[in-house]
């Protein structure tokens, strides 16, 4: 399977892909490590609670969005890592059982100011799950090695 | 203990709290689960990458951010949950061995435009390592029941 490089990533595309599913056991054993709150690890509390019913960390469904991103882009790309995040909004909840896919969409891209050989790309993402609601959305920037810095230098590398 | 209502969180007041080990075993462990890339997961590859070494996913940094969010305070605060992120900022390497602490500024306070007796809290998060360096971070919302909803709503409810 070929490499993506930064190039390879092209404003205004956009791709889904996934699906991982939300098992009970994965959304407690998340939310017991990292975000132990009664609406996420107390089925009886969460019952009674405004979503009348177990639902999962939001980092927990960051973190599926994360494995979903590695295992179809990141893993045959050349990624050298993020600097950060520009936005995450948890907009429904997931529950046990859920199926989520991710949708995401390249909104721009650029080379580093002082080394040629990196660039940056910023994508939008959506997680939807089974019913096709959007459960999470986040933009985020990725950095990647060039295939051709030399070329994208020369030219100023923006598009 | 004395539950923490959004009337409790005052703007400007900061605190640091922690602390959390990152243990080799965890940081492999969350990156197998969630950021199966190279330099979180195989010892060999990441020894001759960027950072030298392995280093934590983004993510699990944040997660053990919500940790100490949730045990030094959410879970003795009238906490409904979190709209979103507004940022996240990864700064310098997590490895095997740090300990993190977070210190915790609130910024701004609503009360929400409809519902008088829930509020919003926007606080800014920094995971600091053993060394003092500031290696995530992040401005994010909370919300929170009011301990006395009709007396804010008379006021106005900003602060």
Do not use: K
């Amino acid at each position: 399977m070929q490499t993506l490089y930064w190039e390879d990533f092209e404003v205004g595309e956009r791709s889904v892909f996934g699906a991982e599913s939300v098992s009970r056991d994965d959304l407690l054993d998340f939310a017991r490590r990292y975000d132990p709150q009664p609406m996420h690890t107390d089925e009886q509390a969460a019952s009674e609670g405004w979503h009348g019913g177990l639902i999962a960390s939001g980092w927990h469904t960051a973190a599926l969005c994360m494995r979903m991103m590695v295992r179809h882009v990141l893993n045959r790309s050349s990624s050298m890592g993020s600097p950060g995040v520009e936005y995450v909004r948890w907009l429904a909840p997931v529950r046990p059982g859920d199926t989520l896919h991710l949708r995401m969409e390249t909104l721009s891209r650029r080379v580093h100011p002082r080394r040629p050989e990196l660039g940056f790309v910023t994508n939008h993402f959506e997680v939807l799950n089974q019913h096709n609601e959007v459960v999470m959305g986040m933009r985020s920037g990725g950095m990647f090695l060039l295939r051709e810095p030399a070329a994208e230098a020369t030219s100023g590398g923006d598009s």
